[in-house]
Structures are given as C-alpha cells and as structure tokens.
Nanobody, 125 residues
C-alpha cells in the first residue's frame, strides 16, 4: 500500500512558475512508476507527465518544454516543476503511482494503482 500526498499548488500569474511535490509512504518507492495528471473544471482528468522507476520521462504535448518531472528516491518524493504557466494550466493536479520495474511509461488513468488527493493550481491571466 502506498499513500501519496501532493503539495505546492497555489495561485500564480501567467508566465510564472510552481513546483509541485508528491510525498509517498512506504519503503519501495523506487520500484514505482509515477505520474502527474490534472483535471480542470468540467473536463476529464488528463495525463501530464510520467517517470519510470529508472528516471526516464515522458510528457503530454501541451506541457513539453515547460514542465519537468523528476524523482528523489531517497526522499520518496516526485516533483513537477512547472514553468511558463498559462491560464489553461489551471486545474487540480494529482500524482499517481504504479509498482513496475518494466521501464514502461504509463499514460492512462487506469494504469495507476494509487492516487493522491490533489493540489489546486490556478494561473491568472
């Protein structure tokens, strides 16, 4: 069982930056593939970024070049650095975990086994 707790959300002006953190419980964090998703009001939850247990990354086209996902296995934490934020990035951001040593990326909601409670990001124009 893994528990995930996101933090770092807030209100920022367009063009600004935020760094989200997702702290995971448990002793096997390094064996988990991690992902970030977001859900805007009235929209489906969508994939943002993923990182494999070995540190390989993958991004949605909408955030490529602006967002960076990373992990610190010693701290059981995954991060999402968000730069050049746009109003359309406004959403609740969720982190997710899936135990996997396959080295694959996981891009679908149904691929993940554990979810955090979410953190609100609001970008003003």
């Amino acid at each position: 069982q893994v528990q995930l707790v996101e933090s770092g959300g807030g209100l920022v002006q367009a063009g600004g930056s935020l760094r989200l953190s997702c702290a995971a419980s448990g002793r096997t964090f390094s064996s988990y593939a991690m992902g970030w998703f977001r859900q805007a009001p009235g929209k489906e939850r969508e994939f943002v970024a993923a990182i494999t247990w070995s540190g390989n990354t993958y991004y949605a086209d909408s955030v490529k070049g602006r967002f960076t996902i990373s992990r610190d296995n010693a701290k059981n934490t995954v991060y999402l650095q968000m730069n050049s934020l746009k109003p359309e990035d406004t959403a609740v951001y969720y982190c997710a975990a899936k135990q996997s040593y396959s080295g694959s990326y996981y891009l679908e909601r149904g691929d993940y086994d554990y979810w955090g409670q979410g953190t609100q990001v609001t970008v003003s124009s």
